[in-house]
């Protein structure tokens, strides 16, 4: 028989050990505005193989060609198809309907959600509260098929299309439900310099994190800044 003390544990997983996700491809829903581009030129950059996406295929080509570093362009339904990992920068009053259109291409997909659900009035920006929850549930909820997870909801759309600007410095916070998955959003924030992806917490804590954007707003506003985060002791 044996006992409690043969049990051997096995080591915990080293939560710095990421995979390679330098060979996926990566689809952007929104890569025309302002956030989906940025983000495309920084991956791109680093070498990975992106796919810009956009409701119109010729808009998707413009951008693309623009950017160069072998950026594609193509319509959403064939970004979505021709993808392995897609993040959603859309616009947040697009967010439930180009979701419910892409339903049967994302299928499958390791999704990450980046769309910030804000108002604006006098007195600036606030957080919006779906009725899911946040932006990334609502997702969730539209895309059962799919792998949702959340991150990239704090990044300077300036900066990231700024070719002067060598490194982002900024942590990604990193939310989702199954290990393997925020451990690929991980390793992918990673691959843009300066920045690092940072595991945050399940799917149901997106909300307090798209949230925060409201803040860094009113921050740049009042610092003519374009602040983002680190977490600090990880």
Not at 3 to 25: F, I, M, Q, R
Not at 107 to 124: E, H, R, S, T, Y
Request: aromatic share 4%.
């Amino acid at each position: 028989m044996t006992t409690s003390d043969e049990v051997k544990k096995a080591p915990a997983k080293d939560p710095w050990d990421l995979p390679d996700v330098s060979g996926l491809v990566v689809g952007v829903l929104g890569g025309t505005g302002d956030q989906g581009r940025g983000l495309a030129y920084r991956l791109a950059k680093a070498g990975q193989r992106v796919i810009i996406g956009s409701r119109a295929a010729e808009r998707a080509h413009t951008a693309a060609e623009e950017l160069g570093l072998g950026v594609e362009g193509a319509d959403n339904a064939e970004c979505a198809r021709r993808s392995d990992i897609v993040i959603v920068a859309v616009p947040w009053e697009g967010h439930a309907a180009t979701l419910e259109a892409l339903r049967e291409e994302l299928a499958g997909k390791l999704v990450i959600d980046c769309v910030n659900p804000l108002g604006f009035d006098k007195q600036g920006a606030y957080a919006l509260k779906p009725a899911e929850g946040s932006a990334a549930q609502q997702a969730a909820a539209l895309l059962p098929e799919s792998r949702v997870t959340a991150a990239f909801h704090h990044l300077s759309a300036v900066l990231l299309s700024d070719p002067d600007v060598a490194e982002i410095d900024t942590d990604v916070m990193v939310l989702g439900d199954k290990r393997a998955d925020t451990d690929l959003v991980q390793a992918l924030a990673g691959r843009i310099p300066g920045m690092r992806g940072v595991y945050a917490g399940r799917l149901r804590n997106a909300h307090q994190v798209e949230s925060l954007v409201a803040n860094l707003i009113s921050a740049n506003r009042r610092y003519k800044a374009h602040a983002g985060l680190r977490v600090t002791d990880v």
